[in-house]
């Protein structure tokens, strides 16, 4: 997919005041420093669409960008301090669980994972979280360019261990880097299949 226009939209607080659900939507979450916002101007080749913060965990609003006129990405406020798996609603961001579970229009959710870092309990339980309301998602290991092939490898085989106690296969995951752009032609046709399925 070429990237023709990439726009800012607007922001939302909750799933109520989001914009109309008129196209197909894909989301980004991860923890604050994952590098999502460099990947969301790596993916859309704009320098400044997403801005790439300095004080971690700042915003907690939902962005959206309207992607070639066709679909929106949205760019979601972190987890929270979720105990997802253990239903604990309050400790979590209720306007992205609220937004994810009533959301018609989203066909995908990428969770973003730093390739360097062992599997977080945060991110599994929030795995299992969607996972148990059928969600698609698929995973994203970024800052690939940090360190060797072998050792991004060995981390996903630990996230995969990790996750095996209750499912046997891992979602579609992805390698990026938004130094080298690696990933960028995967995660986009990735996008384009979705839509066109
Ligand atoms: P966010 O908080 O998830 O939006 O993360 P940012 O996009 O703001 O990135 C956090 C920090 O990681 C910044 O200093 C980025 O320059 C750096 N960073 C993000 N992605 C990459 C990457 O793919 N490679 C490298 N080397 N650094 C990255």
């Known amino acids: 997919m070429k990237i023709k226009s990439a726009e800012f939209l607007t922001s939302a607080t909750t799933l109520r005041n989001c914009p109309r659900a008129d196209w197909p939507e894909f989301a980004m979450i991860g923890r604050s420093n994952v590098g999502k916002s460099s990947l ?3 993916l859309t080749e704009r320098r400044n669409l997403a801005k790439v913060s300095a004080t ?14 066709r679909w929106l990405l949205v760019d979601l406020p972190g987890y929270g301090y979720a105990k997802v798996a253990q239903e604990k609603r309050a400790d979590f961001n209720e306007a992205v669980a609220g937004y994810i579970e009533g959301r018609e229009t989203l066909l995908c959710v990428f969770v973003l994972i730093d390739s360097r870092i062992e599997p977080q309990r ?3 339980d ?15 290991f970024t800052k690939t360019d940090k360190q060797s092939p072998a050792a991004t490898r060995a981390n996903i085989d ?6 095996s106690a209750w499912r046997a296969e891992l979602p579609p995951t992805f390698l990026s880097s938004s130094q080298t752009k690696a990933g960028r032609g995967e995660i ?10």
Do not use: S, V
Request: aromatic content about 12%; glycine content about 4%; hydrophobic content about 50%.
């Open 40 to 42: 969301i101007n790596m």
């Open 56 to 69: 971690p965990g700042k915003t907690r609003l939902l962005n959206f960008f309207t992607i070639n006129n």
């Open 122 to 124: 945060i991110d599994i």
């Open 126 to 140: 929030f795995l299992q979280w969607l996972g148990e309301r059928d969600m698609p998602h698929a995973l994203i």
């Open 158 to 163: 630990r996230f995969k261990q990790a996750l």
């Open 188 to 197: 986009l046709r990735f996008i384009e299949q979705t839509m066109a399925a």
